[in-house]
């Protein structure tokens, strides 16, 4: 049972790989309709991811020639024959077949004089227009014995491809569109005539036929040798020498398959600019275009090709990545950081962009490029949402990180708190950078600018700056202390404090060092508001009479301490204090000493 099991098994798995490598498929049937199952034969032959690594030959001939036999045999394809007791066609419209082993797709023409084309040489047209377009090579298939002949040689066929071919490439760029390859394979050879005889009398009549060919007028003289390159292969007669047949076909398979031979035939000049997934869409294009009788213009195909594909490659990776753009920006809205964006940012585009290259590198380059560029905007464009509110979460943290630092300095000295905002602003600005530099890098050439929520951090720490400093004012006494000399050897040296509930304390030391004359000193304490504006002024303070040196009754030096009361809402907009001392007299006396505009103002308050 087990050895039973193993070979059904294996059974099933042998037909399994012949089905897949040579399964055929019709795309243009006997009404001219273009069937649909192409995209899926591709990937049911395994040819949807090998780009343009895959080549197209199309065979055409008469009716009962042998086209399906011989490509049967040379790519082990399964397209049906002709029942030898019952000649009738076997190939209607147009079917492809995938070699079994290399990345050939085979196109199968109707016979050009089949009964279903019998008066309908419009189709004939139209499917050798098809064939020109979308193969590489042209295998016109024919027998020994219609070397010569006029419809038998196929040259009704071959005037056609002519003509269609000027009228599709000869305006085209030689060095974009390389010119077709044609292979002659001359069936039932006997070998009584040189296979080189048998060629130079093709060529002559393909001579003839080019020169009465319609051409455009500046292609009149142009010569044949100038648009096709022909060659010429011959096989001995399937039924009367099977093995020779056999052993023939095997040795001409080679020219197909070995990449290594001199005589190789899809050797290019210029790459395939087709890949397999998108063949399809191009086949349907072509054909719509042929079948409707319009100009078809390859390059516009190709171009027109490229954009759909890469327009729906584009589509499909940002549909693919929009819900984890989503989830994240979520995160983001309810103000988390999240660590590491910039790297999964970069990780993302780095993907979609290697996937996007992947599947669309091998389409017409000019518009390749330019769908990245707008992919690549539209990436930017998604992730700029997230790298915002990144940036805006990363602020507003900051900026709480450095309110913290500036509440812990509240109560330091002035040049201490100054030192410590200073160094907080420094290092959060750096901090700040680094991160943001990190996070913007999302892919190379996408660079997000961070410039603006950085001012916008710069603004928010001045704020919080301002801020607390008028908080640390309101509760931090302002204190001055003025030293100096007020005449002769007389000097003076007044500390007023003045208190955010309004007390002011002022306290005078007076030192006499005039040997005769005494020291009557006086003060006077101006309360300046931001603006520099005087909100408050005392009355004028008389301090304890200093005597001389020589008065042995008059201390010459001492200190008088003063308690004075201002209304709060002056100690809370106060700024600084002014003070101004003098050796007697009144306030008119110190009146040289103010300027003008406060003593304006102080004239307004006495």
């Given at each position: 049972?087990?050895?039973?099991?193993?070979?059904?098994?294996?059974?099933?798995?042998?037909?399994?790989?012949?089905?897949?490598?040579?399964?055929?498929?019709?795309?243009?049937?006997?009404?001219?309709?273009?069937?649909?199952?192409?995209?899926?034969?591709?990937?049911?032959?395994g040819?949807?991811?090998?780009?343009?690594?895959?080549?197209?030959?199309?065979?055409?001939?008469?009716?009962?020639?042998?086209?399906?036999?011989?490509?049967?045999?040379?790519?082990?394809?399964?397209?049906?024959?002709m029942?030898?007791?019952?000649?009738?066609?076997?190939?209607?419209?147009?079917?492809?077949?995938?070699?079994?082993?290399?990345?050939?797709?085979?196109?199968?023409?109707?016979?050009?004089?089949?009964?279903?084309?019998?008066?309908?040489?419009?189709?004939?047209?139209?499917?050798?227009?098809?064939?020109?377009?979308?193969?590489?090579?042209?295998?016109?298939?024919?027998?020994?014995?219609?070397?010569?002949?006029?419809?038998?040689?196929?040259?009704?066929?071959?005037?056609?491809?002519?003509?269609?071919?000027?009228?599709?490439f000869?305006?085209?760029?030689?060095?974009?569109?390389?010119?077709?390859?044609?292979?002659?394979?001359?069936?039932?050879?006997?070998?009584?005539?040189?296979?080189?005889?048998?060629?130079?009398?093709?060529?002559?009549?393909?001579?003839k036929?080019?020169?009465?060919?319609?051409?455009?007028?500046?292609?009149?003289?142009?010569?044949?040798?100038?648009?096709?390159?022909f060659?010429?292969?011959?096989?001995?007669?399937?039924?009367?020498?099977?093995?020779?047949?056999?052993?023939?076909?095997?040795?001409?398979?080679?020219?197909f398959v070995?990449?290594?031979?001199?005589?190789?035939?899809?050797?290019?000049?210029?790459?395939?600019?087709?890949?397999?997934?998108?063949?399809?869409?191009?086949?349907?294009?072509?054909?719509?275009?042929?079948?409707?009788?319009?100009?078809?213009?390859?390059?516009?195909q190709?171009e027109?090709?490229?954009?759909l594909?890469c327009?729906?490659?584009?589509?499909?990776?940002?549909?693919?990545?929009?819900?984890?753009?989503?989830?994240h920006?979520?995160?983001?809205?309810?103000?988390?950081?999240?660590?590491?964006?910039?790297?999964?940012?970069?990780?993302?585009?780095?993907?979609?962009?290697?996937?996007?290259?992947?599947a669309?590198?091998?389409?017409?380059?000019?518009?390749?490029?330019?769908?990245?560029?707008?992919?690549?905007?539209?990436?930017?464009?998604?992730?700029?949402?997230?790298?915002?509110?990144?940036?805006?979460?990363?602020?507003?943290?900051?900026?709480?990180?450095?309110?913290?630092?500036?509440?812990?300095?509240?109560?330091?000295?002035?040049?201490?708190?100054?030192?410590?905002?200073?160094?907080?602003?420094?290092?959060?600005?750096?901090?700040?950078?680094?991160?943001?530099?990190?996070?913007?890098?999302?892919?190379?050439?996408?660079?997000?600018?961070?410039?603006?929520?950085?001012?916008?951090?710069?603004?928010?720490?001045?704020?919080?700056?301002?801020?607390?400093?008028?908080?640390?004012?309101?509760?931090?006494?302002?204190?001055?202390?003025?030293?100096?000399?007020?005449?002769?050897?007389?000097?003076?040296?007044?500390?007023?404090?003045?208190?955010?509930?309004?007390?002011?304390?002022?306290?005078?030391?007076?030192?006499?060092?005039?040997?005769?004359?005494?020291?009557r000193?006086?003060?006077?304490?101006?309360?300046?508001?931001?603006?520099?504006?005087?909100?408050?002024?005392?009355?004028?303070?008389h301090?304890?009479?200093?005597?001389?040196?020589?008065?042995?009754?008059?201390?010459?030096?001492?200190?008088?301490?003063?308690?004075?009361?201002?209304?709060?809402?002056?100690?809370?907009?106060?700024?600084?204090?002014d003070?101004?001392?003098?050796?007697?007299?009144?306030?008119?006396?110190?009146?040289?000493?103010?300027?003008?505009?406060?003593?304006?103002?102080?004239?307004?308050?006495?």
């Amino acid at each position: 049972m087990k050895v039973v099991g193993l070979g059904l098994q294996l059974l099933f798995l042998a037909f399994t790989i012949r089905a897949f490598t040579t399964e055929n498929i019709q795309i243009i049937n006997d009404t001219q309709k273009f069937l649909d199952g192409l995209g899926d034969r591709i990937v049911q032959w395994g040819l949807q991811n090998v780009g343009s690594d895959y080549e197209v030959a199309a065979i055409m001939g008469s009716q009962s020639s042998g086209k399906s036999t011989l490509l049967n045999n040379l790519f082990q394809t399964n397209s049906t024959v002709m029942n030898e007791k019952v000649r009738n066609q076997t190939t209607t419209g147009v079917w492809l077949s995938r070699d079994h082993t290399h990345n050939i797709i085979v196109m199968d023409v109707e016979g050009t004089d089949g009964a279903s084309s019998e008066g309908n040489q419009n189709f004939v047209r139209k499917s050798t227009l098809f064939a020109l377009a979308c193969s590489r090579l042209l295998i016109i298939n024919m027998w020994e014995n219609q070397v010569g002949l006029y419809q038998g040689a196929n040259m009704p066929l071959l005037k056609i491809i002519f003509e269609e071919y000027l009228a599709l490439f000869s305006n085209m760029d030689q060095h974009i569109y390389q010119r077709p390859r044609i292979l002659f394979v001359i069936q039932a050879h006997s070998g009584a005539t040189h296979l080189t005889s048998l060629a130079q009398t093709i060529m002559a009549n393909l001579e003839k036929m080019w020169d009465s060919a319609t051409k455009p007028p500046e292609l009149m003289n142009q010569s044949l040798a100038g648009y096709f390159d022909f060659e010429f292969e011959s096989t001995p007669h399937l039924v009367l020498t099977p093995d020779h047949y056999k052993r023939r076909v095997s040795s001409l398979r080679q020219r197909f398959v070995d990449l290594e031979r001199e005589d190789y035939v899809f050797k290019r000049t210029h790459p395939n600019s087709i890949p397999a997934d998108g063949l399809e869409l191009y086949m349907t294009m072509v054909w719509e275009k042929i079948r409707l009788n319009e100009n078809l213009n390859l390059p516009g195909q190709h171009e027109l090709l490229a954009r759909l594909v890469c327009d729906r490659i584009s589509a499909s990776l940002l549909e693919e990545f929009r819900p984890k753009f989503a989830s994240h920006l979520a995160v983001l809205n309810e103000g988390q950081v999240i660590d590491g964006l910039g790297s999964l940012m970069r990780d993302w585009g780095l993907d979609i962009l290697g996937r996007y290259d992947q599947a669309a590198g091998s389409y017409v380059q000019l518009v390749y490029l330019e769908k990245r560029e707008l992919l690549l905007h539209s990436f930017q464009n998604e992730v700029s949402k997230l790298f915002t509110a990144q940036l805006r979460n990363m602020r507003l943290s900051f900026l709480s990180g450095f309110d913290n630092i500036l509440r812990d300095a509240m109560t330091k000295g002035d040049s201490d708190f100054a030192a410590t905002v200073s160094n907080a602003r420094a290092s959060h600005e750096r901090d700040f950078i680094a991160a943001a530099e990190a996070a913007s890098t999302c892919i190379d050439a996408v660079n997000l600018d961070w410039e603006f929520e950085l001012e916008e951090l710069r603004r928010g720490m001045a704020q919080l700056t301002k801020v607390c400093e008028q908080e640390r004012k309101s509760k931090i006494p302002i204190r001055v202390s003025r030293t100096g000399s007020v005449g002769g050897d007389k000097s003076m040296t007044t500390t007023a404090t003045l208190y955010r509930n309004g007390k002011l304390v002022v306290e005078v030391d007076t030192d006499c060092d005039d040997m005769w004359h005494g020291l009557r000193g006086r003060v006077l304490v101006v309360v300046r508001d931001g603006d520099g504006k005087a909100c408050g002024v005392t009355d004028l303070l008389h301090c304890t009479t200093r005597g001389g040196t020589f008065d042995p009754f008059t201390p010459s030096s001492g200190t008088n301490i003063f308690h004075l009361q201002f209304p709060e809402n002056v100690a809370r907009k106060a700024v600084t204090l002014d003070i101004y001392q003098a050796n007697g007299g009144t306030f008119g006396g110190l009146r040289k000493q103010i300027p003008e505009a406060v003593l304006a103002v102080l004239t307004a308050i006495l």
